[in-house]
């Protein structure tokens, strides 16, 4: 589903309400990462969430992030998919879409916004991703955060909205229609810190129905390391 098939613009259904969002971060040993993290993602998204849970096993991993507005710290067992499922069993009432952001993810401004816009306008939309413009992952010792900033800083907007479908998600940003998900839960017996574990959620997801989708101007920075 990463492999693009077809390309197609997004139209506007006016001014209806954009959605609830609440934005989970799964974290482990890194509260100054989490906390820059999240600092800047509070300071700069253009549509603010409703909601962010930090998921953690201790509470000194989500650093200075509870004093942060709207974020909630919930503890329990490690491992990202138990991670984020315990986050998704404490989502508040009146969330209409979940956001999961990698604990060194530098989202985009207009990040919350496009995916915002995306399941309001696209009622078959499903799950979302955004465009990595620089992921640490792939070799070498990652990224810091100030090289994520200037990163993004230096790319040129895409074309506005344009997406590209089928496209399972990648893990380190993606969104998910809380009403599709329904009962989901990622795979808790995925080894270690979870592996594919976008995948196999997404594949899971799709056999519902409905679209998976990347879209160019909700882009980002993964710093990886």
């Known amino acids: ?26 974290t482990l040993g890194r509260p100054d990462i989490v906390t820059a993290m999240l600092n800047h993602l509070l300071e700069t998204q253009t549509v603010k969430p409703t909601a962010v849970i930090v998921s953690c096993v201790l509470h ?19 491992g990202l998919t138990a991670q ?16 999961f952001f990698d604990d060194d993810f530098v989202a985009d401004a207009n990040w919350l916004a496009a995916a915002a816009r995306t399941f309001r306008d696209e009622p078959q939309v499903v799950a979302f991703t955004g465009r990595v413009l620089a992921d640490g992952v792939k ?7 100030d090289d994520a900033v200037r990163i993004l ?12 479908e089928p496209y399972s998600p990648y893990g380190c940003n993606m969104a998910f229609r809380l009403s599709a998900v329904g ?17 196999d959620f997404s594949a899971a997801l799709a056999k519902r129905g409905g679209r998976l989708i990347k879209c160019a101007s909700a882009s980002g920075v993964h710093m990886g390391g």
């Open 84 to 99: 984020r499922n315990a986050a998704l069993a404490a989502l508040p009432t009146g969330i209409d879409v979940v956001v």
């Open 153 to 164: 800083g230096a790319v040129d907007r895409p074309a506005p909205r344009s997406h590209i």
């Open 183 to 199: 009962d989901l839960r990622f795979d808790e017996r995925l080894v270690l810190y979870g592996w594919l574990e976008d995948r």
């Open 60 to 78: 000194e991993d989500a650093g200075n992030t509870a004093s942060l507005p709207a974020v909630r710290v919930v503890t329990g067992r490690p």
């Open 139 to 145: 070799g070498g010792p990652g990224l810091s955060f």
């Open 1 to 26: 589903m990463r492999e693009p098939k077809t390309r197609s613009p997004l139209y506007s259904v006016g001014d209806r309400p954009l959605p609830n969002i609440a934005v989970v971060v799964a």
